[in-house]
């Protein structure tokens, strides 16, 4: 359900969010990618606009578009994003990683179309850099949140990249499962934060989940400044 006149909580505060899958080049009609649909993203800026934060949206290629209070920058592959995250996080308050990253890139990209020849075909890989880390690295006053998608031991992979990419908190979903994860409307999120909490946000919406992130957040921002 909307929130019709939403507390406006987040009024003052700036939120990056980056959303959806990243595209790493082959060639000039070719590229690696995943099946992030970019929803959960989408509905995290709105919700936070909604909520009165200057929210960024930082995105890969979706079929979804931003509400007009966000401030929508467009990229395709890793390193793009990783520029324009860190181009803009010093003034931001809040940073939440929804998008799917790609973990690897062809160590080699082509300038004209690859063609066929007879026989396998090998495409080595090279590691992209990891955004979050990154900015877990050089956090200064942003509370950062992470997301992990995980097929299964959810809550200890969630544990491990919170405390290794040196997070805030991390909103954990298992995936392959029906009614979660990638393209799916609905989500059901783990959200772990760094003093121990673990708070299970029941199947919802990707809409109400992202209010429910938002609340976490907030509360947990609060605490921290007790
Ligand atoms: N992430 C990132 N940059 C990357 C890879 C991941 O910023 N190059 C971020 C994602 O946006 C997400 C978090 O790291 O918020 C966790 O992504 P996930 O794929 O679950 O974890 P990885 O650390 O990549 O580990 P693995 O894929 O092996 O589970
Ligand atoms: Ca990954």
Do not use: W
Request: net charge neutral; aromatic share 4%.
């Amino acid at each position: 359900e909307e929130r019709k006149e939403p507390i406006r909580d987040l009024a003052g505060k700036r939120v990056l969010v980056t959303a959806g899958p990243t595209q790493e080049t082959i060639d000039p009609v070719r590229f690696f990618t995943n099946h992030s649909s970019g929803k959960m993203g989408y509905a995290l800026a709105e919700a936070a606009a909604r909520r009165g934060a200057d929210v960024t949206l930082v995105s890969g290629p979706t079929q979804l578009t931003a509400p007009r209070s966000v401030k929508r920058v467009d990229i395709a592959s890793a390193q793009d994003m990783l520029d324009q995250v860190l181009a803009r996080y010093e003034e931001q308050d809040i940073v939440i990683k929804a998008a799917a990253v790609a973990d690897y890139r062809p160590v080699q990209t082509f300038d004209s179309k690859m063609k066929k020849k007879d026989g396998n075909l090998s495409i080595e890989l090279e590691r992209t850099t990891d955004i979050l880390q990154t900015l877990g690295q050089r956090k200064q006053h942003q509370y950062l949140v992470g997301f992990a998608a995980e097929t299964d031991n959810a809550i200890e992979y969630g544990k491990g990249k919170l405390e290794r990419k040196r997070l805030d908190a991390i909103c954990v979903n298992t995936v392959g499962k029906a009614d979660s994860g990638f393209q799916s409307d609905t989500n059901e999120v783990i959200y772990l934060n760094k003093e121990g909490k673990e708070q299970h946000l029941p199947t919802e919406t990707k809409k109400q989940i992202a209010h429910r992130i938002l609340d976490e957040i907030l509360e947990d921002m609060e605490a921290d400044r007790k």
